[in-house]
T-cell receptor, first 117, second 113 residues
Framework: AQKITQTQPGMFVQEKEAVTLDCTYDTSDQSYGLFWYKQPSSGEMIFLIY??????QNATEGRYSLNFQKARKSANLVISASQLGDSAMYFC??????????????FGTGTRLTVIP | SQTIHQWPATLVQPVGSPLSLECTVEGTSNPNLYWYRQAAGRGLQLLFY??????ISSEVPQNLSASRPQDRQFILSSKKLLLSDSGFYLCAWRDQAWNNEQFFGPGTRLTVL
């Protein structure tokens, strides 16, 4: 079964508007972490935001916020005031604490966001 | 501050040729190290990870291998490349704490002809 599901292969948003990128996850662990990464066309993976399973507040980092709904097992990324530079692939990822010592990340298949001027 | 390097940045190799991709990390010690492959337009597939020198775990059986000869050096190798080995290879590191994010290198784009 997929650990991370991103159902939106592509999304479009008007510049200066907000956009939500969906992510659902599957785990039976109580302790886990959720991550969002951005991958521009250059290929580098840029860490955006982190949410711990025990964090009561939704994580925020500048224009990025994570809409964490634990009961629904969703961790959607919200980008406010979109900019042209936000056009990229976005990956949701999860790490379960109960994994092996390396505590690897499970990645979703990604969502390609295009910001329209 | 910590930095992660990968080389080469791009590589074109014929089928059946050997491969060696190198990844080094600076500014940290005893990191967890990871090799991922990303096929065109796809997500990341974990290939190998290492929690220490000489300790390699393979996630996907294939003709690739990995080695960690030094604490901050991670090498991805193959004796004979296949066409299906083409892709974008990313190295990543993170601290031992389980909830720390992974930091990725700039990647190597490999084309096997």
């Amino acid at each position: 079964a997929q650990k991370i599901t991103q159902t939106q292969p592509g999304m479009f948003v008007q510049e200066k508007e907000a956009v939500t990128l969906d992510c659902t996850y599957d785990t039976s662990d109580q302790s886990y972490g959720l991550f969002w990464y951005k991958q521009p066309s250059s290929g580098e993976m840029i860490f955006l935001i982190y949410q711990g399973s025990y964090d009561e507040q939704n994580a925020t980092e500048g224009r990025y916020s994570l809409n964490f709904q634990k009961a629904r097992k969703s961790a959607n990324l919200v980008i406010s005031a979109s900019q042209l530079g936000d056009s990229a692939m976005y990956f949701c990822a999860m790490r379960e604490k109960g994994q092996t010592g390396a505590n690897n990340l499970f990645f979703g298949t990604g969502t390609r966001l295009t910001v329209i001027p | 501050s910590q930095t992660i390097h990968q080389w080469p940045a791009t590589l074109v190799q014929p089928v059946g040729s050997p491969l060696s991709l190198e990844c080094t990390v600076e500014g940290t010690s005893n990191p967890n190290l990871y090799w991922y492959r990303q096929a065109a337009g796809r997500g990341l597939q974990l290939l190998f990870y290492s929690v220490g020198i000489g300790q390699i775990s393979s996630e996907v059986p294939q003709n690739l291998s990995a080695s960690r000869p030094q604490d901050r050096q991670f090498i991805l190798s193959s004796k004979k490349l296949l066409l299906s080995d083409s892709g974008f290879y990313l190295c990543a590191w993170r601290d031992q704490a389980w909830n720390n994010e992974q930091f990725f290198g700039p990647g190597t784009r490999l084309t096997v002809l």
